[in-house]
C-alpha cells in the first residue's frame, strides 16, 4: 500500500547512496531545494515526469520509490550473470599455440553474443580455432612480433555488426567506473577490462557485490590454457577489480556490419604492408614488424657470440611467438582462399606452401635444437651459426611468399 511518508524516506535513502545534496538534486531536476525537502518529509510527492527524472537521477525504478520495502531487502546484494545468447559447443580447436588474448576475447564474444551461425547437430555453436585465426589477422597481431598496432578493436568488433567504447579508469572515480561496468551488463551486453600492466584481461557477463566483483573469463598473452577457454557455465570471480590502471570497453551493437570477405581483404593488404617493412621502429630488436626483424634477429646471434656468450638468449620464447604468427598468416591463407574466392587461387596456395616450409624450419628448431643447452661458447658459437641459417632461408621463403600475393594483396587481382 502506498504510504507517502516511506517513499519520501525511500527518496532521501536513495539519494544519500548516490551521495547528493538535496540542493544537487533540486539543481539537476531544474526545481527548488525546499520541494526535495518536502518530499523527503512527506509533506508532497513529485508529478509524474519529474518522478521518472528522478528515478533515472537516483538509478531505482519508481516502484522502489512509491512502495518501500524491509531494510534487509532494499540493501540485498543480488548476482546479475548473463547467459551466452545462444549454447556453445565445447572447444574442438587446438590447444596450442593459442597464446595471444585478443583474438581470444573477439571470438569469445562472437560466441556469447550467439553470432556464430555455424552449429553442430544439437545447434551449438560451433567453437573452434577459425575465429581466433581470423582476428589474428584482422587485428594484425599474426602479421607482428611480440606486437600489435593500437586501436583495432572497433574494426574487429565490426565483423560481428557490434562496436565498443572506451573508458580510462584515470578519468572517473571509484565508484563511477563501476557503475559504467555495472550498468552495461544489466543492459545485457559484457564488458572488456584491459590492464595496462601485464595481468589478466576479463571478459566480464556478470557482477555481485554491487558490481565491485566482476564474473567473466580471463585471457593473457602467453597463457595458451586461458586463452583456449570458452565456458560461460564456470565463471570466475575478480575482486578490485577496478583498483588498478585499465581500460574499459562497452561492447555495443554496431552502426554497420563488415563482411568477413572484405575484412580479410582488408586484412590482407594491410599485412602484406607490414610483412615487407624493413625499417625498424621499435626500441627493442625482437619487436616490431617486417622482414626487419629476421636481420635483427640474426644480428642479436652475431651480438651474443661476439660477447663470448655461452647461453643462447635471443631464441626463446621468441621462437614461438614466431612459429605462431607464421602458422596463423599460413592459416589466414587458407581461410582467404575459401572465403574471398581470389581469381588466382594458385597465388595463394603458393603462400601457403611457402608458409609451410617455414614451419618445418621453426619445428625443427623448437624439437631439435632449441632443448640442447651448449656445453661452451665455443659449442653456443655453432649452434647461433645455425640459426642464423635457418632464419636467413625463412626470410627468403617469406620473401617468395609474398612475392606471390602480391598483386592480390595490393590490386585485389
Known amino acids: ?25 533540486a539543481g539537476r531536476l531544474n526545481i527548488s531545494p525546499q520541494a526535495v525537502s518536502k518530499w523527503e518529509n512527506g509533506r508532497t510527492m513529485p508529478e509524474l515526469p519529474i518522478l521518472v527524472e528522478l528515478s533515472e537521477l537516483l538509478e531505482c525504478s519508481i516502484d522502489q520509490i512509491l512502495f518501500s520495502v524491509p531494510g534487509f531487502a532494499a540493501n540485498a546484494n543480488f548476482e546479475h550473470i548473463l547467459l551466452p545468447y545462444a549454447p556453445i559447443a565445447d572447444f574442438t580447436g587446438r590447444n596450442w599455440p593459442r597464446s595471444m588474448s585478443k583474438p581470444a576475447i573477439l571470438s569469445a564474444i562472437k560466441l556469447f553474443m550467439g553470432l556464430e551461425e555455424r552449429r553442430d547437430t544439437m545447434n551449438r555453436q560451433i567453437n573452434d580455432d577459425t575465429e581466433y585465426i581470423l582476428q ?23 565483423v560481428y555488426g557490434l562496436t565498443c567504447e572506451t573508458h580510462t579508469r584515470a578519468d572517473y572515480s571509484e565508484a563511477e567506473f563501476i557503475r559504467l ?5 544489466l543492459g545485457g551486453y559484457p564488458v572488456i577490462v584491459i590492464p595496462k600492466e601485464y595481468t589478466d584481461t576479463i571478459l566480464a557477463t556478470g557482477f555481485s557485490d554491487q558490481g565491485k566483483i566482476l564474473k567473466g573469463l580471463s585471457f593473457l598473452d ?18 578490485e577489480w577496478y583498483a588498478g590502471d585499465s581500460d574499459l570497453l562497452l561492447i555495443k551493437n554496431g552502426s554497420k556490419t563488415v563482411s568477413p570477405a572484405a575484412q580479410c581483404r582488408e586484412a590482407l593488404r594491410k599485412g602484406y604492408t607490414l610483412l615487407r617493412n624493413k625499417t625498424h621502429h621499435f626500441d627493442e630488436p625482437l619487436v616490431g614488424h617486417g622482414l626487419v626483424i629476421y636481420d635483427n634477429w640474426c644480428e642479436e646471434l652475431r651480438r651474443e657470440t661476439n ?36 581469381a588466382n587461387p594458385r597465388a595463394f596456395t603458393l603462400a601457403i606452401s611457402k608458409y609451410a616450409e617455414i614451419l618445418e624450419l621453426c619445428e625443427k628448431c623448437m624439437h631439435e635444437m632449441l632443448p640442447k643447452t651448449p656445453a661452451d661458447a665455443e659449442e653456443a658459437r655453432a649452434m647461433r651459426q645455425g640459426y642464423i641459417g635457418i632464419l636467413q632461408r625463412t626470410r627468403e621463403l617469406e620473401e617468395e611468399a609474398l612475392e606471390a600475393v602480391a598483386s592480390i594483396a595490393v590490386n585485389g587481382k
Open 181 to 185: 561496468a555495472v550498468q552495461h551488463i
Open 222 to 239: 602467453g597463457d595458451d590454457d586461458k586463452n583456449s577457454v570458452m565456458s560461460f557455465g564456470q565463471l570466475k570471480s575478480f575482486s
Open 1 to 25: 500500500m502506498f504510504d507517502q511518508v516511506k517513499a519520501g524516506k525511500q527518496i532521501a535513502l536513495f539519494r544519500k547512496r548516490k551521495r547528493l545534496t538535496q540542493e544537487e538534486v
Open 307 to 342: 660477447q663470448g656468450s655461452a647461453v643462447i638468449e635471443c631464441m626463446f620464447p621468441h621462437l614461438f611467438i614466431h612459429y605462431e604468427g607464421k602458422l596463423r598468416i599460413r592459416e589466414f591463407l587458407e581461410l582467404c582462399l575459401h572465403l574471398t574466392g581470389p
Open 136 to 158: 589474428s589477422a584482422f587485428s594484425g597481431i599474426a602479421f607482428g612480433y611480440s606486437w600489435e598496432p593500437d586501436e583495432t578493436w572497433e574494426s574487429c568488433l565490426a
